[in-house]
């Protein structure tokens, strides 16, 4: 469902003298449906780098990323939004809160946008904030003014509130109490039961013990020269 | 993907004098997409928008349209009738100043109201039931119907254009700073209504702003301009997460974070 081959990033810092950070060299992986896999590594060795590469929010100049069948790495920006919409989720590690914008359709949202009913998108987004113990008070508010935790609460029912067959998460579980990480488990297990294919960074090994079926540890991608940095 | 664009713009250029506006602007835009085109002033994104829009003669260039009658036409080789029928039924033009595309002198209900006369509409009753049903909808209070533009604050001046444009059902909006010089509170207001409103109805736009958070929320893909040209395109949130030319990391890097 995921391939990625042969993937090179580094960023220049035009601004600042030119300087070059590199980033991967010759990063692969692949992910069949059901599976998780864990991308590890210490912090800046690249991870989240690669996980933006895979959604298309990095560009991608040297090798392949499918998801798919999609060619994420050369495709035209209107095939990965069609791309974003239907096939591949992304739960970031923060909710970027728009103002205004109530907490019941932020979770909407992604129902709405491939075509669901409002009245069925709307339910849907109620299940999923009620599971994660988000107070019915709060659905008509908008986020801007939520705990840490409850944003992030949000964010997740929002990335599992349209039934992706592919799924990216970055530190889902952060800022989360003992019961919500335990809903958040089980989502993902969920998910996975329905053939799911998921790539997650997850710091807590726990969690990593608990979902992933195999690791991928992304410092073994460092560009020559720079092994070991971290 | 199948299917042709709604409008596929090449080689676009004007020049004031010796002063370049545009130079060798091209981009396709598809149904349902919204194209954010950025840039300080005088990078040439107003010139770009009135040159596609209608409001300014190119001098050289293709801006050809899908239209729903008559296929794949080019706009800029229209006769003055066929354009102007065009810009009063499948695009719409929101400018920056209301005042521009208002008409002060009648009331906000006429404002509404007469764009559907310009095109055939008749039954007085209908005309007002629309009008008012889109005031609802830009959420300005029914009893303002009757009142002149005048009397309202810009934000809700903005709000009107925006019924004003798209009461005939418009498939293209081109809009021209449009939160511009409005308080940010009634910015959040408005940003939120045309992200609704673009949704609900599948429109196509091209937003031209400064702003970054603007095209950030609204904007699916983004042109960056500087000096007249075109300097990168892409995906709205990877232009701005993974900047590549110099003047775009300078301009995103120049954001403050609230």
């Given amino acids: 469902m995921i391939e990625v081959e042969g993937v090179t990033k580094s960023f220049t810092l035009q601004n600042q003298g030119g300087a070059v950070l590199p980033v991967l060299a010759g990063a692969a992986l692949s992910v069949a449906p059901g599976e998780c896999v864990a991308l590890t590594g210490a912090s800046g060795s690249g991870k989240s780098t690669l996980m933006r590469m895979i959604y298309g929010n990095y560009l991608a100049p040297s090798g392949v990323i499918r998801v798919g069948g999609v060619d994420v790495s050369r495709a035209e920006p209107r095939a990965i939004l069609q791309l974003r919409r239907e096939t591949l989720g992304y739960v970031s590690q923060f909710l970027r809160v728009v103002p205004r914008v109530p907490a019941l359709d932020v979770v909407a949202e992604p129902c709405l946008t491939v075509g669901m009913e409002r009245a069925a998108a709307e339910a849907r987004a109620r299940a999923l904030l009620t599971r994660l113990c988000i107070p019915e008070r709060l659905w008509g508010l908008s986020p801007l003014t939520f705990s840490g935790g409850e944003q992030q609460r949000v964010n997740i029912a929002r990335g599992f509130a349209h039934p992706y067959p592919a799924l ?11 019961a919500n990480r335990e809903t958040v488990l089980r989502l993902v297990e969920e998910a996975k039961a329905r053939g799911v294919a998921i790539i997650g960074i997850f710091h807590d090994r726990a969690v990593r013990t608990r979902l992933a079926d195999r690791e991928v540890d992304v410092s073994g991608f460092a560009p020559p020269g720079f092994e070991g940095a971290a | 993907m199948t299917g042709m ?95 521009d595309g208002l008409r002060m002198a009648v009331s906000a209900g006429a404002n509404v109201g007469e764009r559907l006369m310009a095109v055939g509409a008749r039954h007085y009753g209908r005309i007002r039931g629309a009008a008012l049903d889109w005031l609802e909808r830009v959420e300005i209070a029914a009893e303002r119907i009757d009142d002149r533009p005048a009397a309202f604050s810009g934000g809700m001046q903005q709000r009107l254009q925006i019924a004003r444009n798209l009461v005939t059902g418009p498939r293209l909006v081109f809009m021209d700073e449009p939160t511009g010089g409005l308080d940010v509170s009634v910015q959040a207001r408005l940003l939120d209504l045309i992200r609704g409103l673009v949704r609900e109805l599948g429109l ?42 110099a003047y775009t990391q300078l301009l995103v890097s120049s954001v403050l974070q609230v």
């Fill in chain 2, 204 to 245: 196509s736009a091209i937003i031209v702003t400064h702003d970054l958070a603007v095209v950030r929320l609204l904007a699916d893909r983004l042109l960056v301009m500087k000096d007249g040209r075109v300097i990168e395109a892409g995906l709205t949130d990877q232009v701005l997460d993974d900047p590549q030319q």
């Fill in chain 2, 5 to 99: 664009p709604l409008l596929r713009v090449a080689g676009l250029s004007k020049s004031y004098g010796r002063r370049v506006g545009c130079t060798d602007v091209g981009f396709d835009l598809w149904p349902g997409e919204v194209l954010g085109v950025v840039g300080e002033s005088g990078s040439g994104k107003t010139t770009l928008l009135n040159c596609i829009g209608g409001n300014l003669a190119p001098d050289a260039g293709k801006v050809v349209y899908d239209t729903r009658a008559d296929g794949l036409r080019d706009t800029l080789a229209m006769s003055e009738p066929e354009r102007r029928m065009l810009m009063r039924t499948d695009w719409a033009f929101v400018h920056q100043n209301p005042r």
């Fill in chain 1, 168 to 178: 990216l998460l970055d530190e889902p579980t952060a800022s989360l109490d003992e």
